[in-house]
C-alpha cells in the first residue's frame, strides 16, 4: 500500500501538470493565494496517514468470542471497527492524492502568473544569480548564458548606449535616495507632488520582477564570417559579472514558449521544460548593458531588506564559485584546446560549473556515454563529507574524547556529514543528485536517532516524494528521475546479492599449496565480474529511461563506464576534493594537485577520442522512440529480477520481453510505413532540411534521367532523400550562419538515426556555392547585378562531405557549378585523417534532371538551375518529388519523432476550387523552392511551358499539371516567386520553412489553415 499511495501522488501531479501545460487554464485568485505552506500541510497528512498505518486491526475470531461470553465488546464491534478503520485509511490516502494533484497545480499557477506573456523591448535593472551556464568567447562563438532577475522595468523607445544606461544608473541612485527623503515632508508644492507621483509609479514598477536567462552571442558582420564580431568588448565584460551585481541593461524580453530556445530545437533537448524546471519566466536577448555595476554597498543597501538571509548566504557561497572558476581561468588563452578541456572538465567535477566545457567535449562524453560524470552526484557529497567527518572524529579522539560522554560518537560524524553534505550541495547548485544525497543523509540519520523500522527503500521514495511536493516541477528534471532510479537500483542490486557474496568469496586454506597469486587472482576475478554484472545491470535497467528521456542512448556506455567509473570514482573525484580543500589554505599546494588531475583527465579524453573513432564501432547511438507503453513493457520484464529470487519465475519475463520488441520493431517500421517529408530542424532560420521517406517493394527499381537504359535493383524498404538549402538573400544583408560543417553532419546524423535512416539514396544541396566554383570570371561576371555575390559559405558541401563519412550515400546533387568539388573533399579528408570511406562524385542538379522509380510511384526532378549561363542569380535548384501515393508533410519532433505534427500553411482558395481530373497518374506535388533572386523565376518564365512535365506514356511521371490532386509548395517566407508562377504551378498550398506568410500567396486571398498533406 505505501508504493501503491506513493506511485499515486507522482503519477497524479504529473499528469496535472502535462493537462495545465498543454491547455490554456485560466488563472484563479485563490490558488494564487495558497503559499508554501501548503507543502508543509501535506507533510503533516503524510504523517498522520503512516501514524495510522502503523496500527495492528486484530482479526474476527467467532469460536473465542463464543467461548467467552464475558467478553466486554460485542461481537459485531470489531469488524466496524476495522471498516472504520479502512474507510478512514481510505479517505486520508485519497486527500493525500488530491492535494499532491492541487499542489501541482498552484505550482503551475503561480509559473503562469510570473512568466512574461509577450515580447518587449526593455530597460531594467539586473540582478545576477549564480554563476553562468556559459561565457562569451568570440572566438569559438561561445554565448554568454546566465539566470538573473530584472526589475525597474521601463520600456524601451530608443536605443540605448552604454553611457545612456550609466546616466540611467546614476539617475536611479538619486532618484531613490530623494524618494526616501522626500516622503518625511510635509509642506510640498505643486512639482513636488509631481515628483511624488512619478515616485510612486517608480516604486510600483519596481515590485514587478521577472527570473529571465540572459543570453549574448557573438555577431558578426554581414559582410564576411571571419571578421571580427562586433560588441566584443562591451559584452566580454559579462564574464567579470560576480553573483549579486547590478547594473542596468536594454534587454529583448521573449516568453518561454516563443523563445528561440524551444522553437527552434534540432536536438531533440526540450529546453522549454528545462527553463520552466528552473522557474525561469522568460528569455531575454541582451542589447547593450551599461558600463559599470551599482557598487557593493548600494547594492547591499538595495536588497538587504527584500533578501533573506539564506539567500544572501547563498550569493556569498556562488561567489567563491566565481571566484574559482577564475581561478582556473587564468592564462586560459596561453593553453591549448585539450589543456583549456582538460581543466574545465576538473572545475565541472569539483563545482558543478560547465562554463568552461566547449561543445566538442560534452559531444565526446555524451558518445562515450559517461556525461552523468560531468554532474556533481552523491558520490562528490558523500567523499567530502567522510573525508570532513573522519577529520573531526580524529581531532576529538586526540584531543578531547571525553565530548563523546554528552554526544555519541555517530551522531558527531552524523551532523559533521550533514553540514559538509548541505554546504557543498549549495556550493554546487543545489541539483537534484547532490540534494538528494544531503536530505538522505539527513532522513538516514533521523531514523537512526528515532530507532523507526524503516528501511532505506522506503526512505528513498519518501525522499523522492518530498522533494516533489516542496518543487513539483522538478518531476520535468531528467537528473530527478535518474539519480533516485539509479540510487534504487544499487540498492535493489546491493540486497539481492548480498546473500551469494559469502559462497562467492574463496576459502581460506591453510595447507601449503595455497598460493597467494591464486588468492589475489580470484578475489580480482569475483571483483571484476561483480563490476561488469553491476554496470550491465545498470545499464539495461536505465536504458528504457534514457530512451524515454532523451530519444537517445549511447551503446559506448557499456564499456567505457567499466574502467571509467571507478578513475572518477577513486581517484580524479577524490584527488579533486583534496585540492578543493587546500585551496583554502594553499592555493599553491591545491594547483599542483589539480595539474595532476588535469593531466589524467586530458589521457581519459585521448582514450575516448581514439575509442569512439575507431571505424569499426562507428554505429554508437542507439535510436528507438519510447513511449509510456514501451517503458511499462520494459518494467514487466525486468519485474521478475527485481522481486526476491524465487517469488516469480523469471521465464514469465520472457513474453512482455517478446511485445516489447515487436513494438519496437513495429514502431521503427511506423516511422517509415507512409510517404513522408519530414521538415527538419537546424537551428538557423534560414538553413533548411527537409527529408524524403518513400515506402518501396523489393521488386522496384531505380531509373536514372542521366542514363535511363540502365535500371538498378534495390532490396531496401525505403528510399531515403535528403535536401538542403541555405535561403539566405545574397543581394540583402543577413546574419551569416553560426553552425558548422562538423555539428550541422553531427546533428543530421542523430536526426536521421531516429527517423531509422542507415543509408541514403541521395543528398540535394539546392543553393550554389562560391567555394566549388572557380569558371566563373572574365565576361561572366558582366551580367551580375552589382548587389549580387555568390555565398562564399562551404557550410552545406562540407556538411555533405563529412556525412558521407558517416552514412553511404548513393548520389549527390549539387546546384551551380561544383569544379572545385573533388580537390575540396580531399582536402577535407586529408584535414580529417580519414581514408575509410569512399569519394562521392558530384552531379548538377541543372534543370531537367530527374530520378525516379521506373513503376512510375515517386520522381524527384529538377525544376530551375540554368548553371550553364553565366549568372549566379540563376543557379539555385528548385526541385519537384511526384508521388502517386500521397505525401505527407510533417515537423520532425526532436524529443519524440512518432509525434510529429502536421504543418501549417497558407491554402490558396482560387487554385483548391479548380476542378481535378481523375487520373491514374501522380496524385501528390511538393515543390521544394530554393530562390534567392529574383531572375531564378523570370528565367523560368522565359524559358519554360505552363506544361513542362509533359512526357510520353514510357516515362509514366505525370502527364499533365491537372492530373494532381494536392500540389504543395514548400520554401521560405524571403522567396521571390510570384503569384503568376504559383498560378501556373497549380499550387494549392504554400508552407514555409520559417512558419511566416508568404508575400505572394496574399493576393489568392488566401486563408491561413492547419494544413495535413493527406486527402
Not at 547563498?314 to 589543456?339: C, M, N, P, S, V
Amino acid at each position: 500500500m505505501y508504493w501503491l499511495i506513493g506511485s499515486l501522488i507522482i503519477v497524479a501531479m504529473m499528469g496535472v501538470l502535462a493537462v495545465a501545460d498543454n491547455t490554456a487554464l485560466p488563472t484563479h485568485s485563490f490558488l494564487l493565494d495558497i503559499n508554501n505552506s501548503f507543502s508543509l500541510a501535506l507533510i503533516i497528512f503524510a504523517i498522520i496517514l503512516i501514524v495510522i498505518a502503523q496500527f495492528k486491526i486484530p482479526s474476527v475470531h467467532i469460536n473465542n468470542t463464543a467461548q467467552n461470553p464475558s467478553s466486554h465488546c460485542p461481537r459485531s464491534a470489531k469488524p466496524s471497527f476495522r471498516i472504520i478503520y479502512y474507510l478512514s485509511f481510505s479517505i486520508l490516502a485519497i486527500g493525500l492524492i488530491i492535494g499532491s494533484a492541487v499542489q501541482a497545480l498552484v505550482s503551475h499557477q503561480h509559473a503562469e502568473a510570473a512568466a512574461i506573456s509577450e515580447p518587449m523591448r526593455v530597460q531594467a535593472l539586473v540582478t545576477i544569480e549564480g554563476v553562468s551556464d556559459s561565457v562569451y568567447d568570440a572566438s569559438t562563438e561561445s554565448g554568454y548564458r546566465q539566470v538573473a532577475t530584472i526589475s525597474h522595468i521601463t520600456p524601451l523607445v530608443s536605443k540605448l548606449t552604454a553611457q545612456d544606461l550609466d546616466n540611467s544608473k546614476v539617475n536611479y541612485l538619486e532618484d531613490d535616495k530623494n524618494s526616501l527623503s522626500s516622503i518625511d515632508l510635509n509642506n510640498q508644492n505643486s512639482d513636488t507632488k509631481k515628483l511624488n507621483t512619478a515616485t510612486l509609479t517608480h516604486n510600483n514598477n519596481q515590485n514587478v520582477k521577472y527570473r529571465i536567462l540572459l543570453n549574448a552571442y557573438p555577431k558578426h558582420s554581414s559582410k564576411s564570417a571571419s571578421q571580427t564580431p562586433s560588441g566584443n568588448s562591451e559584452f566580454t565584460n559579462l564574464n567579470y559579472l560576480q553573483p549579486g551585481d547590478q547594473l542596468f541593461m536594454s534587454l529583448t524580453l521573449a516568453p518561454l514558449e516563443s523563445s528561440e530556445q524551444a522553437i527552434n530545437n534540432p536536438s531533440g533537448f526540450d529546453s522549454y521544460r528545462w527553463l520552466r524546471g528552473r522557474h525561469i519566466d522568460g528569455v531575454a536577448n541582451i542589447l547593450a548593458t551599461s558600463a559599470s555595476t551599482i557598487p557593493n554597498t548600494e547594492s547591499l543597501d538595495l536588497t538587504a531588506s527584500s533578501d533573506s538571509y539564506f539567500q544572501r548566504f547563498r550569493t556569498y557561497i556562488d561567489q567563491g564559485r566565481w571566484q574559482l572558476r577564475q581561478h582556473f581561468h587564468k592564462g586560459w588563452e596561453e593553453k591549448t584546446t585539450a589543456q583549456q578541456q582538460a581543466k574545465a572538465v576538473t572545475l565541472s567535477l569539483l563545482t558543478g560549473d560547465r562554463s568552461l566545457i566547449n561543445r566538442d567535449t560534452k559531444d565526446l562524453y555524451q558518445l562515450a556515454g559517461i556525461s552523468h560524470l560531468l554532474a556533481i552526484s552523491g558520490t562528490h557529497v558523500l567523499f567530502l563529507a567522510i573525508m570532513l567527518s573522519g577529520t573531526v572524529v580524529s581531532f576529538f579522539d586526540r584531543l578531547w574524547p571525553v565530548f563523546y560522554r554528552h554526544i555519541p560518537r555517530w551522531q558527531v560524524r552524523w551532523w559533521v556529514m550533514i553540514g559538509a553534505a548541505f554546504i557543498y550541495a549549495l556550493f554546487t547548485g543545489f541539483d537534484v543528485p547532490a540534494a538528494r544525497t544531503a536530505w538522505m543523509l539527513l532522513a538516514i540519520g533521523l531514523v537512526r536517532l528515532t530507532l523507526l523500522p524503516v528501511g532505506t527503500m522506503r526512505v528513498l521514495f519518501a525522499l523522492a516524494i518530498l522533494m516533489a511536493w516542496l518543487d513539483p516541477y522538478v518531476l520535468w528534471q531528467a537528473g530527478y528521475w535518474l539519480s533516485f532510479i539509479a540510487v534504487a537500483l544499487l540498492l535493489k542490486y546491493d540486497d539481492s546479492s548480498y546473500r551469494y557474496r559469502q559462497s562467492s568469496l574463496p576459502h581460506k586454506n591453510n595447507s601449503d599449496k595455497a598460493s597467494v597469486i591464486n588468492t589475489v587472482s580470484q578475489h580480482l576475478w569475483i571483483i571484476s565480474r561483480r563490476v561488469f554484472k553491476l554496470q550491465f545491470w545498470l545499464f539495461l535497467t536505465l536504458l528504457p529511461v534514457t530512451l524515454l528521456l532523451f530519444g537517445k542512448a549511447s551503446l559506448w556506455g557499456l564499456v567505457i563506464n567499466l574502467f571509467a567509473i571507478g578513475l572518477f570514482g577513486w581517484v580524479i573525484v577524490p584527488l579533486n576534493l583534496l585540492a578543493g580543500l587546500c585551496y583554502l589554505l594553499s592555493p599553491t599546494i591545491a594547483d599542483s594537485i589539480w595539474q595532476l588531475v588535469s593531466a589524467l583527465v586530458a589521457g581519459l579524453h585521448k582514450l575516448m577520442t581514439w575509442l569512439t573513432s575507431l571505424p569499426a564501432l562507428s554505429e554508437a547511438w542507439l535510436y528507438t522512440p519510447v513511449n509510456i507503453a514501451i517503458l511499462f513493457m520494459a518494467l514487466l520484464s525486468i519485474l521478475p529480477w527485481l522481486l526476491p529470487r524465487g517469488f516469480v519465475n523469471r521465464w514469465l519475463a520472457l513474453p512482455p520481453l517478446t511485445l516489447l520488441m515487436m513494438t519496437v520493431y513495429a514502431n521503427q517500421q511506423s516511422l517509415a510505413a507512409t510517404p513522408t517529408l519530414y521538415i527538419l530542424p537546424t537551428g538557423d532560420r534560414y538553413i533548411s532540411a527537409a527529408l524524403l521517406q518513400y515506402p518501396v517493394n523489393n521488386k522496384a527499381t531505380i531509373k536514372s534521367h542521366d542514363n535511363p537504359s540502365s535500371a538498378t535493383n534495390t532490396n531496401k524498404e525505403n528510399v531515403s532523400w535528403l535536401l538542403l538549402t541555405d535561403h539566405r538573400d545574397s543581394s540583402t544583408r543577413t546574419m551569416p550562419s553560426r553552425l558548422t560543417a562538423a555539428q550541422f553532419s553531427i546533428m543530421l546524423e542523430q536526426q536521421l538515426g531516429s527517423l531509422s535512416v542507415d543509408r541514403l539514396q541521395g543528398i540535394i544541396v539546392q543553393s550554389s556555392s562560391a567555394g566549388l566554383t572557380d569558371t566563373l570570371a572574365g565576361n561572366d561576371n558582366q551580367n551580375h547585378d552589382s548587389n549580387f555575390k555568390l555565398k562564399n559559405s562551404e557550410l552545406l558541401p562540407m556538411t555533405v562531405a563529412q556525412l558521407n563519412q558517416r552514412l553511404p550515400i548513393s548520389q549527390y546533387w549539387q546546384a551551380g557549378r561544383s569544379d572545385r568539388w573533388p580537390a575540396l573533399q580531399r582536402a577535407y579528408k586529408v584535414a580529417s585523417s580519414s581514408t575509410s570511406k569512399a569519394d562521392i562524385s558530384v552531379q548538377r542538379c541543372e534543370q531537367g534532371k530527374r530520378w525516379q522509380l521506373t513503376n512510375g510511384e515517386l520522381s524527384i526532378q529538377a525544376l530551375t538551375d540554368w548553371s550553364k549561363v553565366g549568372d549566379a542569380s540563376v543557379w539555385d535548384c528548385t526541385v519537384v518529388i511526384d508521388s502517386r501515393l500521397p505525401l505527407r508533410v510533417l515537423t520532425y519532433n526532436a524529443a519524440d519523432p512518432l509525434k510529429s505534427l502536421p504543418v501549417s500553411g497558407q491554402t490558396l482558395t482560387s487554385n483548391s476550387q479548380l476542378p481535378v481530373q481523375q487520373t491514374d497518374a501522380a496524385k501528390s506535388r511538393i515543390i521544394l523552392n530554393a530562390d534567392t533572386h529574383q531572375r531564378l523565376w523570370q528565367m523560368w518564365e522565359l524559358l519554360c511551358s505552363v506544361q513542362p512535365y509533359n512526357t510520353s506514356k514510357s516515362g509514366s511521371v505525370l502527364e499533365q499539371a491537372t492530373t494532381f490532386n494536392n500540389v504543395t509548395w514548400l520554401g521560405h517566407s524571403t522567396s521571390h516567386i510570384t503569384a503568376d508562377v504559383l498560378n501556373r504551378q497549380k499550387v494549392n498550398q504554400t508552407i514555409t520553412y520559417d512558419d511566416k506568410g508568404l508575400e505572394a500567396a496574399w493576393s489568392f486571398n488566401a486563408t491561413v489553415d492547419a494544413v495535413d498533406i493527406e486527402p
